[in-house]
């Protein structure tokens, strides 16, 4: 079994900075891409940022300059580090990860998602 748990989500003003943390537990071989999306009100959920392997990252062109993800391996965990943050950062964010785990008696990869964490940007 694989969990990923989410920290770091909170209320602060536009210009304020938050981290978050992602940490994903279980029976882990591996982890590929690790993510982290977000979903406003009304809105679909969109990548924000993602992190593979080897440390190559990719950031939605709304967030580029401004957030910065990372990720620890020893730890199986990844983080975002969110600046200069405005109004419409406002949304649930969810991590993602692409993890290779023992299954029974075998193992393979599947995609997890955390609970979510609120982050609110007041202006």
């Known amino acids: 079994q694989v969990q990923l748990v989410e920290s770091g989500g909170g209320l602060v003003q536009a210009g304020g900075s938050l981290r978050l943390s992602c940490a994903a537990s279980g029976s882990i071989l591996s982890i590929n891409a690790m993510g982290w999306y977000r979903q406003a009100p009304g809105k679909q959920r969109e990548l924000v940022a993602a992190?593979?392997?080897?440390?190559?990252?990719n950031y939605a062109d709304s967030v580029k300059g401004r957030f910065t993800i990372s990720r620890d391996n020893a730890k199986n965990t990844v983080y975002l580090q969110m600046n200069s943050l405005k109004p419409e950062d406002t949304a649930v964010y969810y991590c993602n990860a692409a993890i290779r785990a023992i299954k029974g008696w075998s193992a393979g990869v599947g995609d997890y998602w955390g609970q979510g964490t609120q982050v609110t940007v007041s202006s």
């Open positions: 992190i593979i392997s080897d440390g190559s990252t």
